[in-house]
């Protein structure tokens, strides 16, 4: 295929404004998906991208399309757009030179709207604007046109009307792909150059490395190497990603593909990392993506100790497959053996907790997150702190530093009032205000992470009847009065179970905390003890009561299967059980500091 007849281009939007399935209709209409092997949302192929609806994973797919007398190869890369995985989203930016930008008639600019565009903007990719879900009946295309154009500076006619429902404003959208995003620049001729974007691990073929070459030709059987890692491999096989791989002889500058080379090591491969070849090699790397960094970290250990070393092989797997999982071996007196991880954010976590057991067959328990905090020390270099296990000794403590972001909150003027409340009650400060709309407002705030990464999106949702859009990025670290609060069951010290807090919050945390376990821990055959504590002072204190009767007492001269049923009920309940000392701690424990509010 000719450089000039080939266009890379990805779709960013906010959740749900319709990407994937837009995406459909695309493939469709290029044949790149026949009518038997068409599925809604064909390319979140991952069971769990399908059950919730959401896409997880950047997706890259080749089409081609004839257009006025020519062929052309489009290479589409969908991107997912949930705040956490924003870090796909500029990957995939990084391997096009044009995105599509597909904006909700019914609904208008969201907050990832904004930040997608502006890492786009940043790569200097052409923005092809698309005004979807025409079909509704309560869109508003002449509203939501407006919002589009003040934000992007285009003209009203460059915005294409569509629905990816109907399949309206397909036609066009190909067309303005074509005419619009320029070919890609590289030379082939020159040294290689191959942008790793992703990675996925196959358990029979080994690591499949997805990449887009930005100079020279790779063929197959060529002898490659990874420059940031420096390892060398033969390319084994190489080819374009149509619905599935199709092996190839060579790929040029300017095309998308995988190659795969009987690498077994998941840590093998680094996303980001520049392909080049052993004898002819490029002098540096393409400059590299930005690190991923962790927003929230949180142990994960295995329900049965025995199965520590299962766990690792599966994580390593996992972060093949994920570059935003980062984890180090931990160990927890109350746990054992375990792995401190950094997620991107909560959804990020549970996604990697579901994964682990639908992919894997592990069966984990996770810890209670946390966000990174800096503790300075009165004498030497300060301490990163990512669990509350890590905190030294107050004592020895100057002052405590924690991560704040700056947030983009977007929603309806009628909930301006309790929008801004729900921000001071977690220590923010408004920042800017500023109407898109008569009827729409975007606001700034500053807010500590650690008030926003967990429950404080659903409690925008609620209060704004889900009228309202959040985006995040961080912006340093502040000054911070934060304590400790362990918890004590039966006066034994649980350390997973401690949390760092803002003293202010301490004693209400501590109390509803011991409520909240309280509810949560089963009972057993003796009395337990819940208390918090700050150093050694103890602030609060609840009791679970000890069991009294058999729970099958109640089946007796029942009928033998309910009691079976009942059995087996508690088996699973048992599932996801640590004991600790004598008592059993269910996961759902581990979460109650997220549940407080
Ligand atoms: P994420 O991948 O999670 O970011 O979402 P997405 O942007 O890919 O959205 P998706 O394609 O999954 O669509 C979200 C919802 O909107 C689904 O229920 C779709 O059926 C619906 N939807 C998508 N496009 C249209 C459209 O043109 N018209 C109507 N009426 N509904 C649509």
Known sequence: MKQENIRNFCIIAHIDHGKSTLADRLLEYTQTVSGRNMQAQVLDNMDLERERGITIKSHAIQMTFHFEGEDY???????????????????????CEGALLIVDSSQGIEAQTI????????????????LNKID???????????????????????????????????DKI????????????????????????????????GVEVIFRVVNGTINKGDKVKFMATGKEYLADEIGVLKLDQEPRKMIEAGDVGYLISGIKQAKEVKVGDTITHVNKPSESPIAGFEDVKPMVFAGIYPVETSEFEDLREAMEKLQLNDAALVWEPETSAALGFGFRCGF?????????????????????????????????????????????????????????????VKAQIITKSDFVGPVISLCIDKRGILKNQNYLTSDRVEMTFELPLAEIVFDFFDRLKTISRGYASLD??????????????????????????SAIVHRDKAYDW??????????????????????????????????VKAMRKNVTAKCYGGDITRKRKLLEKQKKGKKRMRQVGRVEIPQEAFMAVLKLD
């Open 115 to 130: 930040s997608n565009l502006y890492l786009a903007i940043g790569n200097d990719l052409e923005i092809i604007p698309v």
């Open 472 to 497: 995040y990025e961080l912006i340093g670290f502040q000054q911070s009065n934060m304590v400790k609060l362990d918890i004590l069951l039966n006066g034994e010290k649980v350390d997973a179970l």
């Open 136 to 170: 509704l009946p309560h869109s508003m295309p002449e509203e939501v046109s407006d919002e589009i154009i003040d934000l992007i500076g285009c003209e009203r006619e460059e915005i294409i009307p569509a629905s990816g429902k109907e399949g309206t404003g397909v």
């Open 73 to 95: 190869t489009l290479n589409l890369i969908d991107t997912p757009g949930h705040v956490d995985f924003s870090y796909e989203v500029s990957r995939s930016i990084m391997a």
């Open 174 to 205: 190909l067309e303005a792909i074509i005419k619009k995003v320029p070919p890609p620049k590289g030379d082939k001729e020159k040294e290689l150059q191959a942008l790793i974007f992703d990675s996925e691990f196959n358990p029979f073929r």
């Open 510 to 543: 501590g109390k509803r905390l011991c409520e909240k376990l309280r509810e949560l821990l089963p009972r057993q055959m003796f009395e337990i003890a819940i208390q918090a504590a700050i150093g050694a002072k103890i602030i609060a204190r609840e009791t």
């Open 344 to 404: 991107l954010g909560m959804l990020h976590m549970e996604i990697i907790q579901e994964r682990l057991e639908r992919e894997f067959d592990m069966t984990v328990i996770t810890t209670v997150p946390s966000v990174q905090f800096k503790a300075h020390l009165k004498k030497g270099e300060p301490v990163d702190v990512q669990a509350p296990a890590e905190m030294p000794e107050p004592i020895t403590i100057d002052h405590v530093e924690e991560p704040f």
